[in-house]
């Protein structure tokens, strides 16, 4: 079994907005009160944070597709969706993201850092 694992592959993805709703104000005696839809929630994002107590990449070995949620659909009455929550993904000090190519996107050093 492995037991540590200092290279992975991940495939993310942030979360997807929310759809919009379309919807007309219907009121008694006022054939046309105008459209009151509400706006899609935002999806969330996908961020990586250096924690101290991480000190392998074993969880990713295992899991490498990760998605963030998705933005909830609007409603009548102008109400808006509920937005994704974000997804933090805590790394070990020093892991150096890069592209499929091996462009360098960060180097991520000391603690709290994203």
């Not at 105008?34 to 101290?52: A, E, F, T």
């Not at 933005?71 to 102008?78: E, H, I």
Request: glycine share 20%.
């Amino acid at each position: 079994m492995t037991t540590f694992v200092d290279r992975v592959v991940l495939h993310l993805q942030a979360g997807d907005g929310g759809h919009g709703c379309v919807s007309i104000h219907r009121e008694k005696f006022k054939p046309f009160g105008g459209p009151d839809g509400g706006n899609g929630g935002h999806g969330g994002s996908v961020s990586l944070v250096v924690d101290p107590q991480v000190t392998t990449l074993l969880d990713f070995h295992f899991r490498p597709h990760v998605k963030a949620e998705n933005g909830k659909g609007g409603a009548g009455s102008n109400r808006d969706g509920a937005n994704g929550r974000d997804l933090v993904l805590k790394v070990p000090d020093g892991t150096v993201v890069q592209t499929q190519d091996g462009t360098v996107l960060a180097d991520l050093v000391g603690a709290g850092t994203t």
